[in-house]
């Protein structure tokens, strides 16, 4: 038992997305001494917290409560806990509550490889899914948060909780495959939809290193805000009709965030150099993408996927953000207001990322 409460906004069905979430009570995924409780402060709102309240993306496990961009204090810590953290420190926790982590079927490639995102035997999620010990996991649109320690990571000093917040799935989602896929000096970059995912893309890959970045949206609107987060350059898609034939043959690597089957998916990968990569990270809810061969055989190029990160690269990133002075474009709102929030959110309202901040945690 605890001092404490489980308490958060929790959907209980598809209409929860319009606003309807319903703040209580809830049982949290029973203790285990490799588990560590967190008092929230800050809870980023990601995409993936929408498509979930509604079910986008296959019938969610009601009641939810989302939120994986977690950021606290460590309040309990469990004899066996992972990483050294103690009472007192500074954590968080991403979109990944836990992973076979070699338990389940023999030894297992991607835990061995310290790359648990890729788990084949059990991916648990954050939210809205089902822990190993057969608890239902609950996010961080609460007071209170209960995860295995081995996907709790220490916040270092020099980034601010609310900063620190959206980097642990925007962030890493996109800082990721920059680094799988060789984004440096030399390099030129596209990001593909200027939002959450894609601002973080921006500010990874001119601190990478990247000779030339191009940020690419459908409207104008944020043409400003992309060269301010360090884009040499901006395309709008809607405005110039000839935009994928002046800029075929330029990118070395493309980083897609957009979450719609209907992307030009063809047109991008025709900006591709000679065996470059476009790497998709938006993941749409409204049917498959169409790519015809051709578009892959003009430039050798390659089309591939990335998901999240791994706590090793979390922590990697979260420091080369200090060291970097990443600053992200957020707005804080109170975790009170979270219901308003997901709605503007919806609306496309937020310039880039909402953070939730539980005002009496802090």
């Known amino acids: 038992m605890t001092d404490y409460k489980f308490e958060g906004w929790l959907g209980s069905d598809k209409s929860s997305v319009d606003g309807k979430m319903v703040w209580q009570e809830f049982e949290p995924k029973e203790w285990e001494e490799t588990d560590i409780d967190i008092k929230v402060t800050h809870c980023g709102i990601c995409g993936s917290d929408l498509h979930t ?20 204090t460590a309040v309990r810590v469990g004899s066996k806990a992972e990483g050294n953290i103690k009472v007192g420190d500074r954590v968080g926790v991403g979109c990944q509550a836990d992973s076979c982590m070699n338990r389940l079927n023999g030894k297992c490639e991607a835990c061995s490889s310290k790359l648990e995102a890729y788990c084949a035997n059990r991916f648990v999620a954050t939210y809205g899914d089902i822990h190993l010990n057969g608890s239902k996991s609950y996010g961080g649109y609460a007071t209170y948060h209960r995860a295995p320690s081995h996907f709790v990571v220490k916040i270092p000093d020099g980034v601010s909780s609310a900063v620190a917040a ?14 799988h896929y060789g984004c440096g000096p030399g390099k030129t970059v596209g990001v593909i939809g200027i939002g959450g995912l894609g601002h973080f893309a921006i500010l990874w890959a001119k601190a990478l290193g990247a000779n030339r970045v191009v940020a690419i949206s459908r409207k104008a609107d944020k043409a400003n805000d992309a060269l301010k987060l360090g884009a040499d350059a901006y395309i709008s898609t809607d405005e110039d009709s ?11 690597i493309i980083i897609s965030t957009v979450s719609s089957s209907k992307t030009p ?19 749409p809810e409204d049917g498959d993408f169409q790519v015809p061969a051709l578009s892959l055989l003009r430039t050798r190029g390659n089309l591939t996927g990335s998901s999240i990160g791994s706590p090793e ?21 109170p975790m009170k207001e979270a219901n308003q929030a997901i709605i503007d959110m919806n609306q496309g309202k937020a310039r880039y990322r909402y953070v939730l901040v539980n005002e009496e945690n802090l």
């Open 265 to 283: 998916i063809s047109d991008y990968l025709f900006l591709l150099k000679l065996n470059g990569t476009l790497c998709q990270v938006g993941s």
């Open 242 to 252: 000839l935009w994928a034939a002046k800029n075929a043959g330029t990118l070395d």
């Open 313 to 333: 690269e979390i922590r990697e990133m979260l420091q080369f953000a200090v060291e970097s002075r990443i600053q992200p474009m957020i707005e804080e709102r």
């Open 166 to 179: 959206p980097m642990l799935c925007a962030g890493i989602t996109t800082y990721s495959p920059l680094k």
């Open 53 to 72: 309240l509604r079910s986008g993306w296959g019938p969610t496990l009601y009641p939810c409560c989302v939120g994986h961009e977690i950021v606290g």
